[in-house]
Nanobody, 125 residues
Framework: QVQVVESGGGSVQAGGSLRLSCTAS????????MGWFRQIPGKEREGVSF????????YYADSVKGRFTITRDIAKNTLYLQMTSLKSEDTAMYYC??????????WGTGDFHYWGQGTQVTVSS
């Protein structure tokens, strides 16, 4: 069965950096749109960044543009999210997801079929 596993979360001070990783099994990153969502308690899951199956297109939420970078290593079948200049409002559980659609906007959880269990990111000010 498909498994998607995140790692790399942790606690960091505002202005710091973290790199999240997402390793997939029984799923090839170049067959799927891969991406990151985040969620805080009581709020809907928010799309953060996505990369198209061919690697040619990426999407970033306005709140993270210029600070976060999504990349992937096909040989390792691993997705990354490099997060810099972290702010307290970036604190959330971050989820990796795989889906088969590509959009220019209006991303939703329904666009994705496979999900990881999440990794917590906490930014203290």
């Amino acid at each position: 069965q498909v498994q998607v596993v995140e790692s790399g979360g942790g606690s960091v001070q505002a202005g710091g950096s973290l790199r999240l990783s997402c390793t997939a099994s029984r799923l090839s990153l170049d067959d799927y749109t891969m991406g990151w969502f985040r969620q805080i308690p009581g709020k809907e899951r928010e799309g953060v960044s996505f990369i198209k199956w061919d690697g040619r297109d990426t999407y970033y939420a306005d709140s993270v543009k210029g600070r976060f970078t999504i990349t992937r290593d096909i040989a390792k079948n691993t997705l990354y999210l490099q997060m810099t200049s972290l702010k307290s409002e970036d604190t959330a559980m971050y989820y990796c997801a795989a889906g088969t659609k590509w959009r220019l906007a209006g991303w939703g959880t329904g666009d994705f079929h496979y999900w990881g269990q999440g990794t917590q990111v906490t930014v203290s000010s």
